[in-house]
């Protein structure tokens, strides 16, 4: 997702968690703050279940429709788009699909729902036209597919995915290496060239997105008419926030384990509302929008990570690669906290910024015992993962294939919390019994 910036009153607020049930997440009070520095609430959701019976074609998902503000009134439609998410791209798993096609599956789902900021539906940019940024990332080639500023393709993450595959398949004519991250015009041929069906700009425009652009570009040409400097400045920035609480900011992306314990991860958007054409996010941005890569090495866990937020900010943070990197430590929750407060809002890339907002999925695994006590000590894969945002809502879900249903949940900052300077971080486990070595 996109989201745009607001005031921040003061530096960024610590968060601490306590565990609870799936269906009723806790907040607790922060740690003991260091000298100078402020602390804020947060929340941390945690589960655990075992599952499988035989160790065959098992896998986890997790899924988000975005970080930025979830309406009530639309609750129920971000919780459904989430929900068959995870059910497409369990049924892959299912049937043996590899991690980085399930996660292709999953966000073609919520590409094509008009509540989400990524292919149908997507923000219109100053030009009144749509441009999608998409990628994905595979953690056992470590191969990476991208698109950014394509226009006219209903699913930019079939383009992404099909670069990534394409690069596997080794050098073109002539020694050339094939391209991983393609642009513009050159994408939209490219992926026609190879068998991807063009879409009407119409047929991508909803009436919401067409009635956001409206009303923004409105403000915009009010902003315009103002003479004085002084009042420029402020009514300009009062047309920045307005437009940024009412924009579409529900930026899609996935992270997925399968039954080899393979990791890949996926992030599509329409970008921020009103953009110069031509602008690219985060979603495209090679560690920035998204990350995978299995354990091996100096590895210990498997991990992936999905971003939304501020494109700006995440590109000029990276952040989905330092999450990746936190998550090789023991305490996946803390070093996830400890990244988002000091790599991502308190950054010294974003010093100068009045508001820094975003958030990230999460997943790491590894293989381990199915029941310490058991004498059969079966091997399992043990699934952490968790959601984190300084956005005022994230909504996630999450399914295995062990589950009945997909939960859903859309997360919130607790009240009294300030965008920005306090965040949110919830999760849980699941263990999944496997026949991986």
């Known amino acids: 997702m996109e989201a745009a910036e607001s005031g921040r009153p003061g530096p960024a607020a610590s968060a601490s968690s306590s565990s609870s049930s799936p269906s009723s997440p806790s907040s ?15 929340a941390m959701r945690r589960s655990e279940r075992d599952g499988g019976a035989d160790g065959r074609n098992v896998g986890f998902v997790l899924v988000h429709a975005g970080a930025g503000y979830h309406s009530e009134s ?9 929900k068959k998410a995870c059910q497409k791209a369990i049924e892959k798993l299912q049937t043996g699909a590899l991690a980085v096609d399930v996660v292709a599956a999953a966000l073609i789902e919520l590409e094509d729902s008009p509540f989400t900021n990524a292919g149908m539906g997507s923000n219109l940019n ?10 994905t990332m595979d953690g056992k080639s470590l191969n990476f597919g991208a698109v950014g500023a394509l226009r006219g393709i209903k ?4 383009v992404a995915n099909k670069l990534l595959s394409e690069a596997q398949k080794g050098k073109l004519s002539a020694g050339r290496i094939p391209p991983c991250f393609l642009v513009g015009e050159g994408a939209h041929k490219w992926a026609v060239d190879h068998g991807i069906v063009p879409c009407p700009p119409d047929v991508m425009t909803t009436k919401f997105s067409l009635s956001a652009f409206r009303k923004n570009r409105r403000k915009l040409e009010l902003a315009e008419k103002v003479e004085t400097e002084m009042i420029q400045t402020k ?6 926030e307005n437009t940024n609480v009412t924009a579409s900011l529900d930026t899609v992306g996935a992270v997925v384990v399968d039954h080899e314990g393979n990791v890949a991860a996926a992030v599509s958007s329409g970008g921020l509302a009103m953009k110069h054409p031509g602008r690219v996010g985060q979603a495209a941005v090679y560690g920035c929008g998204c990350w995978a890569e299995n354990a091996g090495g100096h590895n210990v866990y498997s991990t992936a990570v999905s971003t939304s937020g501020c494109g700006e900010h995440l590109v000029r943070t990276m952040l989905a690669r330092e999450c990746s990197v936190a998550l090789q430590s023991e305490d996946a929750h803390q070093a996830l906290l400890e990244t988002m407060q000091k790599k991502f809002v308190r950054s010294p890339f974003l010093a100068s ?3 820094v907002l975003g958030g990230v999925i999460v997943l790491r695994c590894c293989v381990c015992s199915m029941d310490s006590e058991s004498s059969l000590n079966a091997p399992a894969l043990l699934v952490e993962f968790l959601w984190s945002h300084t956005t005022e809502s994230m909504c996630v879900g999450y399914m295995s294939t062990q589950d009945g249903k997909a939960k859903t949940h859309i997360s919130r900052l607790p009240p009294g919390a300030v965008a920005g300077q306090s965040l949110a971080i919830e999760g849980g486990v699941c263990r999944l019994r496997t026949s991986v070595n």
């Open 155 to 158: 699913n930019p993450i079939l």
């Open 235 to 240: 009514k300009r920035r009062e047309v920045s």
């Open 28 to 42: 607790s009070s922060p740690p003991a703050a260091a000298e100078g520095e402020k602390t804020g609430p947060a």
């Open 126 to 135: 100053l030009s009144g036209d749509i441009e999608c940024d998409a990628s």
């Open 353 to 355: 910024e009045d508001s």
């Open 74 to 82: 639309k609750a129920k439609e971000y919780k459904q788009v989430c």
